[in-house]
T-cell receptor, first 109, second 112 residues
């Protein structure tokens, strides 16, 4: 599976949109982009995934660039409970999830 | 509650001992995955079972073993424990191998 690069940490003001970037320049055509988050020592939680189209669900939106070399996870109105480590993972469906270092998002009042 | 149940939640044991961690997947999920998360290593994939059969192996030590039973619950056995085995151990399950994972809340193992 392709490697991903994420910033180590980010801050966001409560109520504002949190935009978390991810680079995956070596992604191949059959690889999906997945986002998970882990809130302090809890089990990772699935957020969203996509192949090439933008996706939205009740938690977040996923914007994938046309060349698929990068993506952005958007939490539209961040709350304090969104403080977590966010993992961007590129995966061929059927392969196991491989977690990198992720982005530590701190939502501040 | 994610639907994936891990027991026990906490475990403290001495070096050299053996422990068993248990995982019950979500109803209907056939695949079970085990991950280890220590402070300096992040989330490391250990092993995957699908419908009772081992399907993939990651960085699992020879002292560690796992199995998935006919009722689909899984156990991770850790033996000859060392201080460095202290970590959070997570189990995840998925309906099939193509689906997203649902994680349990983990077992915190402390080896003293």
């Amino acid at each position: 599976d392709a490697k991903t690069t994420q910033p180590t940490s980010m801050d966001c003001a409560e109520g504002r949109a949190a935009n978390l970037p991810c680079n995956h320049s070596t992604i191949s055509g059959n690889e999906y982009v997945y986002w998970y988050r882990q809130i302090h020592s809890q089990g990772p939680q699935y957020i969203i995934h996509g192949l090439k189209n933008n996706e939205t669900n009740e938690m977040a939106s996923l914007i994938i660039t046309e060349d698929r070399k990068s993506s952005t996870l958007i939490l539209p109105h961040a709350t304090l409970r969104d403080t977590a480590v966010y993992y961007c993972i590129v995966r061929v469906q059927g392969n196991m999830l491989t977690f990198g270092g992720g982005t530590r998002l701190m939502v501040k009042p | 509650d994610s639907g994936v149940t891990q027991t026990p939640k906490h475990l403290i044991t001495a070096t050299g001992q053996r422990v068993t961690l248990r995982c019950s997947p979500r109803s209907g999920d056939l695949s079970v995955y085990w991950y280890q998360q220590s402070l300096d290593q992040g989330l490391q994939f250990l092993i995957q079972y699908y419908n009772g059969e081992e399907r993939a192996k990651g960085n699992i030590l020879e002292r560690f073993s796992a199995q998935q039973f006919p009722d689909l619950h899984s156990e991770l056995n850790l033996s000859s424990l060392e201080l460095g085995d202290s970590a959070l151990y997570f189990c995840a399950s998925s309906r099939g191998i193509m689906d997203g994972y649902t994680f349990g809340s983990g077992t915190r193992l402390t080896v003293v």
